[in-house]
C-alpha cells in the first residue's frame, strides 16, 4: 500500500510573504507524482512550460517541473499531509 | 558568547548593542539570555541602503553598555561594517566588542588585532568546511576569566573528591580547553583546518578580488532586467558578494524554484534577518551569492533565466 512518504522527501515551511509549504518529491518518483497531481487537480495556468498552476479542494498552488511544489493556505502539518494524500494515493 | 560570557556578566540594568542588520543568531540568543537575567538590548539602526547608521549605533553606547555585537558583513546585503570604528567607540566606553564574521572570514583577509575586536565568531560551512563546526576567538585576558560553557571531560584540570566534605574541588584548564568539554568534532577540525589551508594557498586577497569582480559584473547584467529590484547600497566598493533582489510579481519562493529548475541555486526568504527586511520594507528577498568557485559565465546563465523569470 503506497504512503505520501514514499513519494516525498521533504517538506518545509516558507519564510516571508504569505506563509507557504514547499514539498519536494522524490527525485525517482516525481514523475509519478506529477503524472498523478495533474490527473486530479484543476490546471490553472502554465507559466514557461516550468510552473503549472492548480487549484485542489479549495488549495492554490504551484507545481515546478524540477518536482517541487508550494501550496499556499496551508493550516497545519496534517492538513498538508492530508491534501498530498488526496492527490498522489 | 551569550549563553557563555552574557549569563555570567550581565544582569538588570546592563545594556546589550546590537543592529537590525545582524542575521537572528546574534539576535536570538541575548534575547534569550535578557528573558533571564533581565537586561536591556538596543538595537541601532540601519539605514534604507542597509548601510550601518553609525551615528545611532554610536548615539545607543552609554556606561551601561556591556557588549556591542556587530555583523562584520551582512549575510543579506553584503555591506561591510567599519567594525573597528565601533570597537573603538564601545572600548571608550568601557564596552567590549563581538564581531560576527561569519560572512567576512571566508571572503576577506580579517586581522582581529588591527580591528581590536574582543571576540570574533565565524562558521565552517561558509568557508568550504563541514557544518556543526565554527570558531570563537576572544583575546585571552577575557577567555581566561569566562567560566566554562559546558562541563565534562577535558574542560578540567583536576577533579578532587574531598572526603568527609561530600564534594569535588574542581580547577579548569587553560582557554581554549576549558570551552571544550568532552570529545572534540574531530573529523570537523580537521576538515575545517583543511578549509583553512586551502583558502590560505588561494589567499584571501585573491578570493575577495574575485567575488568583487564577479558582484560587478553580476549587478551591471542584472541592471539589464527592468522587473528585478537590487537592493542594498549602490557603493559596491562596500560590498561584497551577495546580491539581495526581488522580481516584480513574483514571490522570492518561486524566484528561487524556477532557477532551481535550471540547476542554479539561490536563496529566498528572510535569509535569517527579518529585521533588516523590515527596514527594506519586503516581504522577502531572492538572494544570489558568489564564492570563488563561480565563473561570469555562470552569472551569464543565471541572467538568461532571469530574463525568462521577467517574461513569466
Given at each position: 500500500?503506497?504512503?505520501?512518504?514514499?513519494?516525498?522527501?521533504?517538506?518545509?515551511?516558507?519564510?516571508?510573504?504569505?506563509?507557504?509549504?514547499?514539498?519536494t518529491?522524490?527525485?525517482?518518483?516525481?514523475?509519478?507524482?506529477?503524472?498523478?497531481?495533474?490527473?486530479?487537480?484543476?490546471?490553472?495556468?502554465?507559466?514557461?512550460?516550468?510552473?503549472?498552476?492548480?487549484?485542489?479542494?479549495g488549495?492554490?498552488?504551484?507545481?515546478?517541473?524540477?518536482?517541487?511544489?508550494?501550496?499556499?493556505?496551508?493550516?497545519?502539518?496534517?492538513a498538508?499531509?492530508?491534501?498530498?494524500?488526496?492527490?498522489?494515493? | 558568547?551569550?549563553?557563555?560570557?552574557?549569563?555570567?556578566?550581565?544582569?538588570?540594568?546592563?545594556?546589550?548593542?546590537?543592529?537590525?542588520?545582524?542575521?537572528?543568531?546574534?539576535?536570538?540568543?541575548?534575547?534569550?539570555?535578557?528573558?533571564?537575567?533581565?537586561?536591556?538590548?538596543?538595537?541601532?539602526?540601519?539605514?534604507?541602503?542597509?548601510?550601518?547608521?553609525?551615528?545611532?549605533?554610536?548615539?545607543?553606547?552609554?556606561?551601561k553598555?556591556?557588549?556591542?555585537?556587530?555583523?562584520?558583513?551582512?549575510?543579506?546585503?553584503?555591506?561591510?561594517?567599519?567594525?573597528?570604528?565601533?570597537?573603538?567607540?564601545?572600548?571608550?566606553?568601557?564596552?567590549l566588542?563581538l564581531?560576527?564574521?561569519?560572512?567576512?572570514?571566508?571572503?576577506?583577509?580579517?586581522?582581529?588585532r588591527?580591528?581590536?575586536?574582543?571576540?570574533?565568531?565565524?562558521?565552517?560551512?561558509?568557508?568550504?568546511?563541514?557544518?556543526?563546526i565554527?570558531?570563537?576567538y576572544?583575546?585571552?585576558?577575557?577567555?581566561?576569566?569566562?567560566?566554562?560553557?559546558?562541563?565534562?571531560?577535558?574542560?578540567?584540570?583536576?577533579?578532587?573528591?574531598?572526603?568527609?566534605?561530600?564534594?569535588?574541588?574542581?580547577?579548569?584548564?587553560?582557554?581554549?580547553?576549558?570551552?571544550?568539554?568532552?570529545?572534540?568534532?574531530?573529523?570537523?577540525?580537521i576538515?575545517?583546518?583543511?578549509?583553512?589551508?586551502?583558502?590560505?594557498?588561494?589567499?584571501?586577497?585573491?578570493?575577495?578580488?574575485?567575488e568583487?569582480?564577479?558582484?560587478?559584473?553580476?549587478?551591471?547584467?542584472?541592471?539589464?532586467?527592468?522587473?528585478?529590484?537590487?537592493?542594498?547600497?549602490?557603493d559596491?566598493?562596500?560590498r561584497?558578494?551577495?546580491?539581495?533582489f526581488?522580481?516584480?510579481?513574483?514571490?522570492?519562493?518561486?524566484?528561487?524554484?524556477?532557477?532551481?529548475?535550471?540547476?542554479?541555486?539561490?536563496?529566498?526568504?528572510?535569509?535569517?534577518?527579518?529585521?533588516?527586511?523590515?527596514v527594506?520594507?519586503?516581504?522577502?528577498?531572492?538572494?544570489?551569492?558568489?564564492?570563488i568557485?563561480?565563473?561570469?559565465?555562470?552569472?551569464?546563465?543565471?541572467?538568461?533565466?532571469?530574463?525568462?523569470?521577467?517574461?513569466?
Amino acid at each position: 500500500m503506497p504512503t505520501v512518504e514514499d513519494y516525498v522527501a521533504r517538506i518545509e515551511e516558507t519564510c516571508g510573504e504569505e506563509k507557504g509549504v514547499i514539498v519536494t518529491f522524490k527525485y525517482d518518483k516525481k514523475d509519478d507524482a506529477i503524472a498523478k497531481i495533474r490527473k486530479k487537480a484543476q490546471l490553472k495556468n502554465s507559466l514557461s512550460g516550468i510552473i503549472f498552476e492548480f487549484a485542489f479542494r479549495g488549495i492554490s498552488f504551484r507545481l515546478f517541473s524540477s518536482g517541487k511544489a508550494i501550496f499556499k493556505g496551508i493550516k497545519s502539518k496534517e492538513a498538508m499531509h492530508d491534501i498530498l494524500a488526496a492527490l498522489l494515493l | 558568547m551569550a549563553y557563555s560570557w552574557g549569563l555570567r556578566n550581565l544582569k538588570n540594568g546592563d545594556e546589550v548593542l546590537v543592529s537590525l542588520m545582524e542575521h537572528h543568531s546574534n539576535i536570538v540568543p541575548w534575547e534569550l539570555i535578557s528573558k533571564i537575567n533581565g537586561f536591556t538590548i538596543k538595537y541601532a539602526k540601519v539605514n534604507n541602503d542597509g548601510t550601518l547608521n553609525y551615528e545611532d549605533f554610536e548615539s545607543k553606547f552609554s556606561s551601561k553598555t556591556k557588549i556591542a555585537c556587530l555583523s562584520h558583513v551582512s549575510n543579506v546585503s553584503s555591506v561591510v561594517n567599519d567594525v573597528k570604528r565601533i570597537a573603538k567607540v564601545a572600548h571608550e566606553h568601557g564596552a567590549l566588542m563581538l564581531v560576527d564574521g561569519a560572512q567576512s572570514v571566508p571572503h576577506m583577509r580579517v586581522d582581529v588585532r588591527d580591528l581590536n575586536m574582543d571576540f570574533l565568531a565565524f562558521s565552517g560551512h561558509k568557508m568550504l568546511g563541514p557544518t556543526g563546526i565554527g570558531v570563537l576567538y576572544g583575546k585571552k585576558e577575557h577567555l581566561e576569566k569566562m567560566e566554562p560553557f559546558q562541563g565534562g571531560g577535558e574542560m578540567i584540570r583536576d577533579v578532587s573528591f574531598r572526603q568527609g566534605r561530600e564534594q569535588c574541588d574542581i580547577t579548569w584548564n587553560d582557554p581554549p580547553w576549558k570551552f571544550e568539554a568532552g570529545t572534540p568534532d574531530i573529523c570537523g577540525g580537521i576538515a575545517l583546518m583543511e578549509a583553512v589551508k586551502y583558502l590560505e594557498r588561494i589567499g584571501m586577497a585573491e578570493v575577495l578580488k574575485h567575488e568583487k569582480s564577479l558582484t560587478e559584473y553580476a549587478v551591471k547584467r542584472m541592471q539589464e532586467c527592468s522587473k528585478v529590484t537590487l537592493h542594498g547600497p549602490s557603493d559596491l566598493s562596500t560590498r561584497c558578494g551577495i546580491i539581495p533582489f526581488t522580481v516584480e510579481g513574483m514571490s522570492s519562493h518561486d524566484v528561487a524554484l524556477f532557477f532551481d529548475t535550471y540547476g542554479i541555486m539561490i536563496r529566498s526568504g528572510f535569509h535569517c534577518a527579518q529585521p533588516l527586511h523590515q527596514v527594506f520594507k519586503l516581504q522577502s528577498s531572492a538572494r544570489t551569492s558568489f564564492y570563488i568557485y563561480n565563473t561570469r559565465e555562470e552569472i551569464d546563465r543565471f541572467i538568461e533565466v532571469l530574463k525568462e523569470i521577467e517574461q513569466v
